[in-house]
């Protein structure tokens, strides 16, 4: 008996598209958009990201560098005080029933969260940002977006580069 192939919704990773705006609830709960949770149990790691934001990691996504993580020696000391940081920033969470995670105080700080938050698809990640943040630094010129995806297609092997040239 031939075995049926997966359709392409199986096969997909989490990438992640758009910009919404939530608020806060008083417990500190921010609802995840409802096409960005694939799984009945949606679970991602928070931890302190670049430009005063959180950074949320679809579990599949940080799965990969936890097992990076399991092969250099918790005993080497540079490795030990970077792990003890992870450690100590992150924040696994797991959607409730409503789609909400809740964001620890330390980390609703170090972002400068306040009632309005803006959740942006970040490809791969989704960005927590403040809207006074979001508003000020991340919104930009719609060509830059255009230039990006141009030399992207020119020079598809230095993605890296490419990106590093970004400001």
């Known amino acids: 008996m031939k ?5 392409i919704i199986q096969e997909e990773e989490n990438f992640f598209f ?4 939530h608020s806060l609830d008083p417990q500190r709960r ?18 302190p990201g670049r430009h005063n934001t959180l950074q949320l990691i679809p579990f599949s996504t940080f799965r990969e560098t936890l097992m990076k993580f ?24 797991e959607c409730d029933k409503q789609g909400r995670i809740q964001i620890p105080q330390k980390l609703i700080e ?12 970040s490809l791969t990640t989704i960005q927590i940002w403040s809207k006074e943040n979001w508003n000020l630094f991340g919104k930009s ?18 993605l890296k580069d490419i990106l590093k040239g970004l400001k």
């Not at 399991?70 to 969470?93: M, T, V, Y």
């Open 30 to 47: 921010v609802a995840i958009p409802s096409n960005w949770r694939k799984e009945k149990k949606t679970t991602f790691f928070l931890l």
């Open 141 to 158: 010129d719609q060509n830059d977006v255009l230039d990006v995806i141009q030399k992207i297609g020119e020079r598809p092997d230095d």
């Open 110 to 121: 170090q972002a400068g969260l306040k009632n309005q938050v803006v959740m942006i698809g």
């Open 70 to 93: 399991k092969k250099i020696s918790f005993a080497d000391p540079a490795a030990s005080l970077a792990f003890a940081r992870l450690g100590a920033s992150g924040q696994e969470c």
């Open 18 to 21: 758009g910009e919404f705006e």
């Open 3 to 7: 075995q049926a192939s997966k359709s």
